[in-house]
C-alpha cells in the first residue's frame, strides 16, 4: 500500500493506530510500551541436486539431505550465534523435496521465517541463513548455488510511549482498569508499524481478547496459557461477543483521544 503511493494520494496521517484480536480473555485490552512485536522476514530457497535413482545415490547429489542438514544448521543461528539478551527466532515452516520414496529429486525447496527485535541482530540472521545455505550447498558438490527469494518482511512494531500512555489511559477511562492487560512482547509480527516507519509518526499498538473470558483467566492464573489455542491456529474461534463491541470501542475510543491533538 506505501510502495503505491497510499500516503501520495491520500493525507498523511499524524499517528497510526492499530490493533489486533488475540488470545486474551474476550473484553480485556492487551497493551505495551516501545518494542511490542518483532520483525519478520520470510525467504523461500531452492538447493539444487542431481536427481537420479534411490538405489544410485553415488551418481546423484542429493538435495533432501542437504536440506536435511540446513535445518539442523540453522537452529544454531539462535544459539550459537546471535547474544543471549536477544529475542529472535528461526523457524524452517515448509520443507518441500521429491514425489516418490525411490528417486532422488532434482531440488529441495525450504521456507524459513525469522523473528528479531533490532535491525542489527535481523541483518545478523538474515546474513548467516543465506551463508549455511550456500555453504551447505558448496559442501555437498551442487550443480549451482541456492536461490533466494526474500519477501513479507515487516519492521518491529514500536508502540511509541507517550502516545501510548495517552491512550491507554482513554482506555482505563473508557473501560475500566480492571479489563487492561499490561502484555510482554510477542515474537509475532504485524506490518502495521511499515506506515508508521515510513511517515516517522508515532504508532500505538494493543491487542484486544477473544477467547472465553473465564477459562480464559483461569488458565492464565493456573499457569496454561500455551494450552490457549492462538491467532493461526483452528482451534482460534473468538467468541462473537464482547468480542467485537470491544474492538469497535476501542478503536473508536483511540481515534477520538488523538482527534484534534496532533
Do not use: Y
Not at 539444487?48 to 539442523?72: Q, Y
Not at 473508557?174 to 512482547?185: E, I, K, S
Not at 493456573?222 to 461477543?241: K, T, Y
Request: charged share 20%; hydrophobic share 45%.
Amino acid at each position: 500500500m506505501v510502495d503505491d503511493g497510499l500516503f501520495e494520494r491520500f493525507p498523511k496521517p499524524d499517528i497510526v493506530l492499530g490493533q489486533h484480536v488475540g488470545p486474551l480473555p474476550a473484553g480485556f485490552i492487551g497493551h505495551g510500551n516501545g518494542p511490542v512485536m518483532a520483525a519478520a522476514d520470510s525467504v523461500n530457497i531452492t538447493l539444487h541436486g542431481r536427481g537420479g535413482h534411490g538405489s544410485r545415490p553415488e551418481a546423484s547429489i542429493d538435495p533432501v539431505l542437504m536440506a536435511a542438514n540446513v535445518v539442523t544448521r540453522l537452529q544454531g543461528i539462535v544459539a550459537r550465534e546471535v547474544p543471549p539478551a536477544e529475542t529472535t527466532v528461526v523457524t524452517v515452516g515448509r520443507l518441500k523435496a521429491g514425489t516418490k520414496e525411490n528417486i532422488i529429486p532434482e531440488s529441495a525447496e525450504l521456507g524459513v521465517n525469522i523473528r528479531a527485535f533490532t535491525p542489527a541482530v535481523r541483518d545478523l540472521v538474515r546474513s548467516a541463513v543465506e551463508r549455511i545455505v550456500t555453504g551447505e550447498s558448496r559442501t555437498s558438490g551442487a550443480p549451482k548455488p541456492p536461490d533466494f527469494t526474500w519477501f513479507a518482511s515487516a519492521p518491529a512494531l514500536v508502540s511509541e510511549p507517550e502516545a501510548t500512555k495517552t491512550t491507554v489511559a482513554a482506555f482505563s477511562e473508557h473501560f475500566g482498569a480492571q479489563r487492561l492487560l499490561p502484555m510482554p512482547q510477542v515474537n509475532a509480527s504485524e506490518d502495521v508499524g511499515v506506515f508508521g516507519e515510513a511517515l516517522g509518526v508515532p504508532t500505538v499498538f494493543w491487542f484486544w481478547g477473544g477467547l472465553e473470558a473465564e477459562s480464559t483467566i483461569a488458565a492464565f492464573t493456573e499457569g496454561r496459557v500455551d494450552e490457549l489455542p492462538s491467532n493461526h491456529s483452528a482451534a482460534f474461534a473468538p467468541v462473537v461477543e464482547p468480542t467485537l463491541s470491544t474492538g469497535v470501542e476501542a478503536l473508536v475510543v483511540a481515534a477520538l483521544t488523538w482527534l484534534g491533538k496532533v
